[in-house]
């Protein structure tokens, strides 16, 4: 069997894929595109490559041996943007999860340490498959060595042979670097000759071969500039020269027999992209089919299956687990039901349980105290079967969410065995995973649900303690677990859908989607397929002559930073991309609203997720209603099928006014910021007047909108780089910005040095409310780690202590309406927004109680504002 070596340009795939896609971040606020695009080509890599041998290189540092010989070499490239820095250490830590050797050398470049090992690989008869998104790596090409040159992004790569680079290119891989001497290198700053393009250089090696024979008859050479250039610079192509040369003998620590690859262990892999976010990749890495097994025998549980409820079963403190498979609770069914107290263990039957008296009686009984996991799902599901859940006294969810936030895994069994009670199966190992998993025997199904019970109650006790030695106890009593019943009401109950006005849009978008085409195809002067960029691509770049900003394998790039760009220099781009955005609203939402409808109801009854984000802000799935876009009429128009439930209702919604910048004046108790919230000045207008040095009257439009983007930028630790990408500007311009805006408020600047302090010598932070986000990387030797660390410890005082107050809003609005024995309820939370139905006739006490419960539930040094709005649909009211 023929052996392979693959050699991966670390640096320069990473870089490729940042810039390629979109700045994403999981749910713990990491910033992961880099390493997901990374992981999406190491997949097809070992998919079609099937490499024995594999190594990723890295560049050890900014400084190497070239420098001594060019001081100037790679000078003024930028400063690597923070938010792919941090992402680095993610890519190493995903290689080792993959058992694939990385390595580093100091002084030397990752293209020294490919082309050492291709060289070594060569000689002992290897295939090597080099992957770099450089060109000057094609000077390794071989009969043994293929280069594949990374082109558009990362998804598409050219694969170079000596055959293919010389039909390419018209020169031999020896060439490359003569190649290079000639023309030079601007993105590594290698000079070359003045004037001396791709193509003359190519014209020149055609007919001299090399740059040592080119010198030796520079008399021949025609053009007198060129001629004069060539004499001119003659030390600076030879020095070139050697800058681009690849270092094939460097002094490398690592063997072939060192990069042996055997494969990945699944599990650890799996592991590794569940806690990145990754969960479309799960499938790739064949996690469906891996099983936890549990080492330990488990102990003797005596537990009796049900088939009457009887009175005597119950003690008044029980735990309760209502066991489902999906997460779906909306839709899914209950499996069984578990109860257990001290004196016994019950495994009971769906339809015994809701078909019986005994049972809803006890659990509409708020005297009857339960501890559950998760108290949210526990009570949607009973209410589907006319059971309302009451008298919850712990949940063993939100606890754990609590005390550990960074972790991903909340289920049973992970909580029990991570507190170290190891007498409970993990679910996988009970039902099996994806396409295989099943509803065992009554008896398994039993023992395994009962175990499940059984465990809460020693978990409680638990939880319980560390809960108050960290000053959580009260977040979890007073915030969360309030808030999950309310949110377990709101999730029931849903929000009305008119279909047929959805559907009305459809046609409507269709109707719109048909105008714009037509309206593309007079500015193009014919006909095409606008979704075509083979079609799309001559049409903006040949007949338009628009300019050609980036080219694909296949033709012109199309791409929407391309169209962005342009979109100044000809209408019709504008056009288009209006075309893409009704395209997705059609596809996306109002298709996919369409499906999850209830077909019985006409009601939409989204999840919230209360235990995901490291900050508290809750999230929305199954549909995702905090994500409709609202930045088109069109999209916002979507808002319109959202109706109240009952003939003379109405939709009324009320939002804070921009509450974290409100936050962020508080806790950093910057004068400036709490007198401008204090007398009621626009907040924009008033960083634009400090930023710009300029009056009121002389802010424009523009000076508001780049203050803006700062103000909300520094709630997020925006780095220079993302206030550029978000502006438009240079990343110096950006950079100065922040620098004033921090000069301009000194009680910011100086809350973001010390909270960094105090998270360096507690290890978190805390919101006003005390949620805790524990940052074991503030203190990290490495840079990239520590930075994100000290970001995080700035932005989540305030993002979360935002989250708690809406929150806490939510919890005091509920029981003013209460109070006030009113109809009217909370259907959604949308970000800082919250939208109620009610009756037309208590309008007016709602335009008095809802702002008046938002702007009171907490008492800040500046006021909290709240606007609200009404109207016969979500849309209406805005």
Same mark, same amino acid.
């Given at each position: 069997?023929?052996?392979?070596?693959?050699?991966?340009?670390?640096?320069?795939?990473?870089?490729?894929?940042?810039?390629?896609?979109?700045?994403?971040?999981?749910?713990?606020?990491?910033?992961?595109?880099?390493?997901?695009?990374?992981?999406?080509?190491?997949?097809?890599?070992?998919?079609?490559?099937?490499?024995?041998?594999?190594?990723?290189?890295?560049?050890?540092?900014?400084?190497?041996?070239?420098?001594?010989?060019?001081?100037?070499?790679?000078?003024?490239?930028?400063?690597?943007?923070?938010?792919?820095?941090?992402?680095?250490?993610?890519?190493?830590?995903?290689?080792?999860?993959?058992?694939?050797?990385?390595?580093?050398?100091?002084?030397?470049?990752?293209?020294?340490?490919?082309?050492?090992?291709?060289?070594?690989?060569?000689?002992?008869?290897?295939?090597?498959?080099?992957?770099?998104?450089?060109?000057?790596?094609?000077?390794?090409?071989?009969?043994?060595?293929?280069?594949?040159?990374?082109?558009?992004?990362?998804?598409?790569?050219?694969?170079?042979?000596?055959?293919?680079?010389?039909?390419?290119?018209?020169?031999?891989?020896?060439?490359?670097?003569?190649?290079?001497?000639?023309?030079?290198?601007?993105?590594?700053?290698?000079?070359?000759?003045?004037?001396?393009?791709?193509?003359?250089?190519?014209?020149?090696?055609?007919?001299?071969?090399?740059?040592?024979?080119?010198?030796?008859?520079?008399?021949?050479?025609?053009?007198?500039?060129?001629?004069?250039?060539?004499?001119?610079?003659?030390?600076?192509?030879?020095?070139?020269?050697?800058?681009?040369?690849?270092?094939?003998?460097?002094?490398?620590?690592?063997?072939?027999?060192?990069?042996?690859?055997?494969?990945?262990?699944?599990?650890?892999?799996?592991?590794?992209?569940?806690?990145?976010?990754?969960?479309?990749?799960?499938?790739?890495?064949?996690?469906?089919?891996?099983?936890?097994?549990?080492?330990?025998?488990?102990?003797?549980?005596?537990?009796?299956?049900?088939?009457?409820?009887?009175?005597?079963?119950?003690?008044?403190?029980?735990?309760?687990?209502?066991?489902?498979?999906?997460?779906?609770?909306?839709?899914?069914?209950?499996?069984?039901?578990?109860?257990?107290?001290?004196?016994?263990?019950?495994?009971?039957?769906?339809?015994?349980?809701?078909?019986?008296?005994?049972?809803?009686?006890?659990?509409?009984?708020?005297?009857?105290?339960?501890?559950?996991?998760?108290?949210?799902?526990?009570?949607?599901?009973?209410?589907?079967?006319?059971?309302?859940?009451?008298?919850?006294?712990?949940?063993?969810?939100?606890?754990?969410?609590?005390?550990?936030?960074?972790?991903?895994?909340?289920?049973?069994?992970?909580?029990?065995?991570?507190?170290?009670?190891?007498?409970?199966?993990?679910?996988?190992?009970?039902?099996?995973?994806?396409?295989?998993?099943?509803?065992?025997?009554?008896?398994? @199904? &039993? !023992?395994?649900?009962?175990?499940?019970?059984? =465990?809460?109650?020693?978990?409680? $006790?638990? *939880?319980?303690? #560390? %809960?108050?030695?960290?000053?959580?106890?009260?977040?979890?009593?007073?915030?969360?677990?309030?808030?999950?019943?309310? @949110? &377990? !009401?709101?999730?029931?109950?849903?929000?009305? =859908?008119?279909?047929?006005?959805? $559907?009305? *849009?459809?046609? #409507? %978008?269709?109707?719109?989607?048909?105008?714009?085409?037509?309206?593309?195809?007079?500015?193009?002067?014919?006909?095409?397929?606008?979704?075509?960029?083979?079609?799309?691509?001559?049409?903006?770049?040949?007949?338009?002559?628009?300019?050609?900003?980036?080219?694909?394998?296949?033709?012109?790039?199309?791409?929407?930073?391309?169209?962005?760009?342009?979109?100044?220099?000809?209408?019709?781009?504008?056009?288009?991309?209006?075309?893409?955005?009704?395209?997705?609203?059609?596809?996306?939402?109002?298709?996919?609203?369409?499906?999850?409808?209830?077909?019985?109801?006409?009601?939409?009854?989204?999840?919230?997720?209360?235990?995901?984000?490291?900050?508290?802000?809750?999230?929305?799935?199954?549909?995702?209603?905090?994500?409709?876009?609202?930045?088109?009429?069109?999209?916002?128009?979507?808002?319109?099928?959202?109706?109240?439930?009952?003939?003379?209702?109405?939709?009324?919604?009320?939002?804070?006014?921009?509450?974290?910048?409100?936050?962020?004046?508080?806790?950093?108790?910057?004068?400036?910021?709490?007198?401008?919230?204090?007398?009621?000045?626009?907040?924009?207008?008033?960083?634009?007047?400090?930023?710009?040095?300029?009056?009121?009257?002389?802010?424009?439009?523009?000076?508001?909108?780049?203050?803006?983007?700062?103000?909300?930028?520094?709630?997020?630790?925006?780095?220079?780089?993302?206030?550029?990408?978000?502006?438009?500007?240079?990343?110096?311009?950006?950079?100065?910005?922040?620098?004033?805006?921090?000069?301009?408020?000194?009680?910011?600047?100086?809350?973001?040095?010390?909270?960094?302090?105090?998270?360096?010598?507690?290890?978190?932070?805390?919101?006003?409310?005390?949620?805790?986000?524990?940052?074991?990387?503030?203190?990290?030797?490495?840079?990239?780690?520590?930075?994100?660390?000290?970001?995080?410890?700035?932005?989540?005082?305030?993002?979360?202590?935002?989250?708690?107050?809406?929150?806490?809003?939510?919890?005091?609005?509920?029981?003013?309406?209460?109070?006030?024995?009113?109809?009217?309820?909370?259907?959604?939370?949308?970000?800082?927004?919250?939208?109620?139905?009610?009756?037309?006739?208590?309008?007016?006490?709602?335009?008095?109680?809802?702002?008046?419960?938002?702007?009171?539930?907490?008492?800040?040094?500046?006021?909290?504002?709240?606007?609200?709005?009404?109207?016969?649909?979500?849309?209406?009211?805005?």
């Amino acid at each position: 069997m023929t052996k392979k070596l693959v050699l991966i340009d670390g640096n320069s795939i990473i870089y490729r894929a940042f810039f390629a896609l979109p700045l994403l971040n999981n749910d713990k606020g990491v910033y992961t595109n880099a390493v997901y695009g990374f992981t999406t080509m190491l997949l097809r890599i070992l998919e079609e490559k099937k490499p024995t041998h594999m190594l990723v290189a890295f560049d050890a540092g900014k400084t190497t041996f070239r420098h001594s010989t060019y001081k100037e070499y790679k000078g003024g490239r930028q400063k690597t943007p923070p938010e792919l820095s941090e992402q680095f250490p993610l890519v190493k830590e995903l290689l080792n999860a993959f058992q694939i050797r990385h390595y580093e050398l100091n002084q030397y470049e990752a293209d020294d340490i490919i082309g050492t090992m291709a060289k070594q690989a060569k000689e002992q008869n290897f295939d090597v498959e080099v992957i770099s998104g450089d060109k000057d790596m094609l000077q390794l090409v071989s009969d043994k060595v293929t280069v594949n040159v990374t082109k558009k992004g990362i998804s598409d790569v050219e694969a170079y042979t000596p055959q293919y680079l010389f039909e390419k290119m018209e020169i031999t891989p020896e060439q490359i670097i003569e190649l290079k001497s000639l023309m030079g290198d601007n993105s590594d700053n290698i000079p070359g000759v003045p004037g001396v393009g791709e193509k003359t250089a190519t014209k020149l090696l055609k007919q001299y071969k090399t740059l040592d024979n080119l010198y030796e008859h520079l008399d021949e050479v025609s053009g007198k500039k060129l001629k004069e250039n060539l004499t001119n610079h003659k030390e600076d192509a030879f020095m070139s020269r050697e800058l681009a040369t690849i270092n094939c003998d460097s002094p490398i620590e690592v063997s072939i027999n060192d990069l042996s690859y055997e494969g990945y262990p699944n599990q650890e892999v799996a592991n590794l992209f569940k806690d990145l976010g990754f969960q479309s990749l799960l499938n790739r890495v064949g996690s469906e089919d891996i099983v936890e097994e549990t080492e330990e025998e488990l102990e003797e549980l005596s537990y009796t299956i049900v088939k009457e409820i009887t009175s005597d079963m119950f003690t008044g403190e029980e735990a309760l687990v209502i066991e489902m498979l999906s997460d779906s609770y909306h839709t899914a069914p209950i499996e069984g039901i578990g109860i257990i107290n001290q004196e016994k263990a019950y495994f009971i039957p769906t339809n015994v349980a809701i078909e019986s008296e005994e049972f809803k009686k006890w659990a509409e009984n708020p005297a009857n105290q339960k501890v559950v996991f998760d108290a949210k799902q526990s009570v949607v599901s009973l209410l589907k079967n006319g059971i309302h859940l009451k008298g919850v006294r712990f949940d063993v969810l939100l606890a754990s969410y609590l005390l550990n936030p960074a972790e991903n895994n909340h289920d049973i069994p992970a909580i029990a065995h991570r507190w170290g009670f190891k007498s409970v199966r993990f679910d996988e190992e009970v039902y099996g995973k994806g396409a295989k998993m099943k509803i065992p025997e009554q008896e398994a @199904l &039993a !023992e395994h649900i009962a175990r499940k019970t059984n =465990v809460l109650i020693k978990l409680e $006790e638990k *939880m319980e303690e #560390e %809960l108050r030695e960290h000053e959580l106890y009260s977040l979890l009593k007073e915030l969360e677990m309030p808030l999950a019943l309310i @949110l &377990a !009401e709101m999730e029931h109950t849903g929000v009305l =859908v008119d279909v047929a006005r959805l $559907e009305e *849009m459809g046609t #409507e %978008l269709k109707q719109r989607l048909a105008e714009v085409e037509q309206e593309i195809y007079e500015l193009a002067g014919e006909k095409f397929n606008i979704n075509s960029p083979k079609q799309l691509g001559p049409i903006l770049f040949e007949k338009l002559g628009l300019p050609v900003i980036k080219k694909t394998k296949t033709g012109y790039s199309t791409a929407a930073d391309v169209l962005e760009q342009l979109e100044p220099q000809h209408e019709i781009v504008s056009k288009i991309l209006l075309y893409r955005q009704l395209g997705k609203l059609q596809s996306t939402y109002i298709e996919g609203l369409l499906k999850v409808v209830d077909k019985k109801t006409s009601k939409i009854h989204t999840r919230y997720n209360q235990a995901l984000t490291q900050t508290g802000r809750l999230s929305s799935i199954d549909p995702n209603l905090q994500n409709i876009p609202i930045r088109i009429e069109e999209g916002r128009k979507i808002r319109q099928a959202f109706v109240p439930s009952k003939r003379d209702w109405i939709m009324f919604a009320a939002d804070y006014s921009q509450i974290e910048l409100r936050v962020l004046a508080h806790i950093a108790k910057d004068e400036k910021l709490i007198a401008a919230f204090k007398n009621g000045e626009d907040i924009h207008t008033q960083t634009a007047m400090e930023v710009f040095h300029v009056e009121r009257d002389d802010v424009t439009s523009n000076m508001r909108r780049q203050a803006k983007a700062v103000n909300f930028g520094i709630v997020y630790g925006i780095s220079d780089f993302g206030l550029s990408q978000s502006l438009g500007i240079t990343r110096k311009e950006a950079k100065q910005f922040i620098e004033r805006y921090l000069e301009s408020y000194p009680g910011v600047k100086a809350y973001m040095d010390d909270i960094v302090q105090d998270a360096k010598h507690k290890g978190y932070v805390t919101t006003l409310m005390n949620r805790r986000r524990y940052l074991p990387e503030i203190t990290s030797r490495n840079f990239n780690l520590r930075s994100f660390a000290e970001r995080t410890a700035m932005n989540t005082p305030i993002q979360g202590t935002a989250a708690d107050i809406i929150k806490k809003a939510m919890i005091d609005l509920r029981e003013k309406l209460q109070e006030e024995k009113m109809q009217a309820r909370m259907l959604l939370q949308v970000h800082d927004e919250l939208i109620l139905e009610a009756p037309r006739e208590e309008l007016e006490k709602l335009k008095e109680i809802v702002p008046a419960m938002m702007e009171n539930t907490v008492e800040l040094k500046v006021p909290l504002k709240a606007d609200y709005s009404y109207g016969d649909s979500w849309y209406d009211a805005k």
